[in-house]
């Protein structure tokens, strides 16, 4: 089996592009633009696998994404490529739409001109699943849960982009017949995350003595997803899921803001021997705009109909990924000091 993985450079894409090649010995055609949040780091473990391959393109290109399709011709395609960090969707709300809408566009008319020209069987057994998120439904109140047929409601530019994807996935879908599906998951968690998301960059501002900056009162509520839950998922999703469906994507583990950065100071606290109680370093500023005050998923049909469950409870996943990030210094210390673009640069070079 060879599956495309656009975004496999970012976070959750070289997971799954990690899972796929050492853990099941799938392979992988890794297509991704390379933007600031890329890391070929992140694939260091199976960049030299022979089942690994990179092809450096923008999912907007359709001349590149056709060739991808002429000639790797793949069994599948996980969609992760997007613009991703929604502070940076409030203030520059474009590439958002051009990469999170026209790439989702692009490709879909790429996968469905490769279609066209697959002989039956190949055809019957494609799968297009689209990597999408819980922030297309909006914002919960205290109690209830986001199910797969929860009305969209986005509330940042860059929900608003993902929604609009989803339903161009669902147009595809049923109007061309193209084999897709989607997934929905809340927020991901764990080692290879860009120090600009929360948990990282808390860790990395406690093991650096920074101030920790929480927005409002740190009382919204996410539900946290270990990153390697999430990559198995993807592949139960692709492998066992129904095109047409979609499938929501949980870890069970609400928690406010303010406990998560609780839970990160307590353990370094007790892991460093580094003077007064990290919580020290928490500061409260200005909430975000557009702020949803709680996300949580109801995984119950990616559990029965996938045979999927999360591994890690949030207490066991939060520990492993703040040792992750005391032991790998060598991949964040060269994005926190500004090397990290030129090293970039250097791998890309190597590829
Ligand atoms: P990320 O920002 O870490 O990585 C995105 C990757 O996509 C990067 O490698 C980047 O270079 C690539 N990319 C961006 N624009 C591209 C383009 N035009 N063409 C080709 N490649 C491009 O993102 P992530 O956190 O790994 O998220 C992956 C997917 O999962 C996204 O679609 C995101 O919406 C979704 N998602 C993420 C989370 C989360 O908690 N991180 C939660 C729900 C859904």
Not at 213 to 224: A, K, P, Q, T
Not at 277 to 298: M, N, Q, T
Request: hydrophobic share 40%.
């Amino acid at each position: 089996m060879r599956v495309v993985v656009t975004g496999g450079a970012g976070f959750i894409g070289s997971a799954v592009c990690r899972h796929l090649v050492r853990d099941l010995g799938v392979g992988v055609v890794n297509v991704d633009k390379l933007t600031y949040a890329a890391n070929l780091a992140s694939l260091a473990p199976i960049t030299d696998h022979s089942l690994y391959s990179f092809v450096h393109a923008d999912v907007c290109d359709a001349t590149a994404m056709a060739d991808v399709f002429r000639r790797y011709e793949p069994d599948a395609v996980i969609h992760l490529a997007a613009e991703s960090h929604v502070d940076r969707s409030i203030g520059n709300p474009g590439e958002f739409l051009q990469t999170n809408i026209m790439g989702t566009a692009t490709l879909l008319e790429a996968t469905r001109a490769y279609l066209d020209r697959l002989g039956a069987e190949k055809r019957t057994a494609f799968r297009f699943l689209h990597v999408s998120t819980d922030e297309v439904f909006g914002s919960l109140g205290a109690d209830g849960l986001f199910h797969e047929a929860t009305p969209y409601d986005p509330s940042s530019p860059y929900s608003a982009s993902k929604a609009a994807s989803d339903h161009l996935v669902r147009a595809w879908q049923r109007t061309y017949g193209v084999p897709a599906l989607i997934s929905n998951c809340s927020n991901n968690y764990g080692p290879y995350h860009f120090p600009e998301k929360l948990i990282p960059l808390v860790i990395l501002n406690a093991i650096e003595g920074k101030p920790i900056r929480v927005y409002g009162d740190g009382l919204n509520v996410r539900d946290w997803l270990y990153v390697e839950d999430h990559a198995r998922a993807l592949f139960l999703a692709l492998t066992r899921g129904t095109p047409g469906e979609s499938y929501n994507i949980g870890g069970r583990n609400e928690r406010t803001n303010l406990d998560v950065v609780r839970s990160i100071c307590a353990i370094l606290d007790r892991r460093r021997d580094a003077g007064a109680p990290h919580e020290e370093l928490i500061e409260f500023v200005a909430d975000r705009p557009g702020h949803d005050h709680r996300y949580a998923i109801d995984p119950t049909k990616a559990e029965a109909e996938l045979g999927w469950q999360a591994a890690e409870s949030f207490d066991s996943g939060i520990e492993k990924t703040v040792v992750w990030y005391l032991d790998r210094r060598d991949w964040w210390e060269p994005i926190r000091s500004g090397t990290y673009q030129g090293q970039r640069l250097g791998l890309l070079a190597s590829v």
